[in-house]
Structure formats: structure tokens, C-alpha cells
């Protein structure tokens, strides 16, 4: 007797368990697909925070859910070796345009430096920002990025201008 009810316990563990983790994949899922429009969320591929596939999709887009320093996002392949390369503290040079929604903006996370990629913590940046609504696009040519402003306050804005990561902010609503 003892012996089907440590069974019994176990298998419950068990289906609890994948409970939770189906659970937590769905809202994953749900976190990603808030970063842009239906039409493109719905063919995306999804990707947990450590790479793995949450659901397969069939279109070019690779969308992630809200991290700790990042608000949930859909990617452009473009996007995702921009991102790659500044993990990997690499050069990263865009032969695209190429543009990433996030149209959840930050949510909870904590946001980024507008200068410094590298930046962690907001208490030690002077240009801490924190978008809501929001798209980056990245351009072929970095002389395409002169002459747009680098402050975040304006509706349209240069990040990370003198690192390889440089990108256009287009903010498209209010936060």
C-alpha cells in the first residue's frame, strides 16, 4: 500500500510539474506576442529567454518574452545577430534594414543605458531609458544615422550611436 501511494505521489508531482511548466510556457508565449501585431505574431517563431522554441513559426520573425532588462520583442533575423554580436562583445555591421517591434515597450523590465549597451544598472547611468510603445530599426549605413538625435525625449532617436549596436528608436505611443 505504502508503495502505490509513494506512486501515486510521484506521477501527481510529476503532471503538477508539467502543469507549471505548460503554464509558464503560455505565458511566455502570450509575453512575446505582445511585442507587435497579430498578422506577424502569429507566424513568429517564439523563443524562451535561453533560445529555447517555445512554438516553431513560419516567417522570418523570432519573438521573445519580457526579460529581466528587456521589455518582450519580435525580431528580424537582422536583429537577433545585432543582438548576438553584442552578448558576444563582437562588431555587428547591418547590410539591412531590419526592424524589431516592441510594442509592449518595457513592461517591468528595467530598461537600458541610451549610450552604454553594457550598462546594468540604472543608478549608474545618466541616460537610463525606458520606452513604452516602441520600434528599432537598424540601417545599412552608418552615415544614414547623422543628423538624428541622440536624446530620448524626442520621438524619434539614435541609440548606442558610437558602438557597432547603433539603432534608430521610433517611439509610436505613449508610455
Sequence with gaps: ????????????????????????????????????PS?????????????????????SYTCYPQQEAIGPMCNESAWDALIGAMMNKENFNSDQFSVSYMLAGEGTALGVSNSDPYATEPDKSDDWVKEGPHLM???????????????????????????????????????
Design 1 to 36: 500500500m505504502t508503495r502505490i501511494m509513494i506512486s501515486v505521489g510521484f506521477l501527481f508531482s510529476i503532471f503538477a510539474s508539467n502543469l507549471v511548466l505548460a503554464d509558464e510556457k503560455e505565458t511566455m508565449i502570450a509575453s512575446a506576442e505582445s511585442a507587435a
Design 39 to 59: 498578422f506577424l505574431t502569429s507566424t513568429a517563431t517564439i523563443k524562451a529567454p535561453d533560445g529555447t522554441i517555445l512554438r516553431q513559426g513560419l516567417s
Design 137 to 175: 530599426i537598424t540601417v545599412p549605413d552608418r552615415a544614414m544615422l547623422e543628423g538624428i538625435s541622440t536624446d530620448p525625449s524626442d520621438p524619434v532617436y539614435v541609440m548606442w550611436k558610437d558602438t557597432p549596436y547603433a539603432h534608430i528608436m521610433v517611439k509610436v505611443a505613449a508610455e
